[in-house]
């Protein structure tokens, strides 16, 4: 259902600052899969989901969604396709508004036009049996200001946020990684949830090799901008953080050859 044809992606071409963040990547993801990515600083986990989301126009290759091509829509022309959360707390949600302003706009966002706007009586039942199953206790604080909440109460949000429209794809970039660990851990719960009860297609990036063998269906490994190992769930739920450094190892003292390497 999501398909990353051949995606290059360069910054800063043809200067002394080159960079090249993504090398032909190819990416077939099925429906309801969960794919964790991990890699060092730099292999280009970021700009691939700014590369699915729109944010980024790729220079080559093509992105597709169900079989139709996006490539060239903008990052607001497919946000009706797109869930995301960011790793700071205070990117998805509004801080001046309420929780309940906050939700209903993500309600509202890929919905057709004509549906009233605004929070009605009907939406705000809703919205509090889903803030209910956060077990925050935030159903009681729907006209509290989200600038008043603490990070992991706002990443909790943001990710209800997210998947509110129901999303064809969410993209996780190290949503976790400014929590401490409790908080890491409830949002991981979440997560798994909300994939779970929507589910979801989802492509969740993080540093913590733990995670990123515990939660999901399917691991990719990156690596100066190729997908250099791609694990499937049977295999992932068998390897251990120190099996994945020595995968990583092996494929970078062998000489990388991302098609040989790509299963
Ligand atoms: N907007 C940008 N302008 C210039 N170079 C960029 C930009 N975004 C990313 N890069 C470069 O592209 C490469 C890949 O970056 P990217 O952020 O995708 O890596 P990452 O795997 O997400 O790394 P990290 O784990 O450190 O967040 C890096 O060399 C980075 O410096």
Redesign the pocket.
């Known amino acids: 259902m999501l398909h990353v044809d051949g995606v290059t992606?360069t910054?800063?071409p043809g200067s002394v600052?080159e960079?090249v963040?993504?090398r032909e990547v190819e990416l077939r993801l099925f429906e309801g899969e969960f794919v964790t990515v991990i890699?060092?600083?730099?292999?280009?986990?970021?700009?691939?989901l700014?590369v699915v989301s729109g944010k980024l126009r790729p220079e080559a290759g093509r992105v597709r969604i169900d079989e139709r091509d996006v490539t060239r829509l903008a990052d607001f022309q497919r946000a009706r396709y797109i869930g995301r959360v960011f790793q700071d707390p205070m990117a998805g949600t509004a801080p001046h508004m309420t929780i309940e302003e906050n939700l209903a706009i993500a309600f509202e966002r890929g919905r057709r036009r004509g549906l009233r706007r605004g929070v009605t009586g009907a939406k705000r039942e809703r919205f509090r049996e889903d803030l209910a199953s956060l077990e925050l206790g935030l159903e009681n604080r729907l006209r509290a200001k989200v600038g008043l909440l603490s990070g992991g109460q706002r990443q909790a949000l943001s990710l209800l946020m997210a998947t509110f429209s129901e999303p064809r794809i969410l993209l996780l970039d190290?949503h976790t990684a400014a929590l401490d660990p409790q908080r890491a851990a409830l949002i991981s719960r979440l997560t798994a949830e909300l994939v779970e009860r929507h589910r979801l297609t989802t492509l969740m990036?993080t540093?913590n090799m733990e995670q990123a063998l515990s939660m999901g269906t399917r691991l990719i490994m990156?690596h100066e901008?190729r997908i250099i190992l791609d694990v499937d769930d049977a295999r992932k739920s068998r390897m251990s953080p120190a099996d994945l450094l020595a995968e990583f190892e092996k494929i970078k003292g062998g000489g990388l050859d991302d098609r040989t390497l790509l299963q």
């Open positions: 992606q910054f800063f600052n960079r963040a993504l890699g060092s600083n730099g292999a280009g986990k970021s700009t691939l700014n190290e990036v540093h990156m901008g």
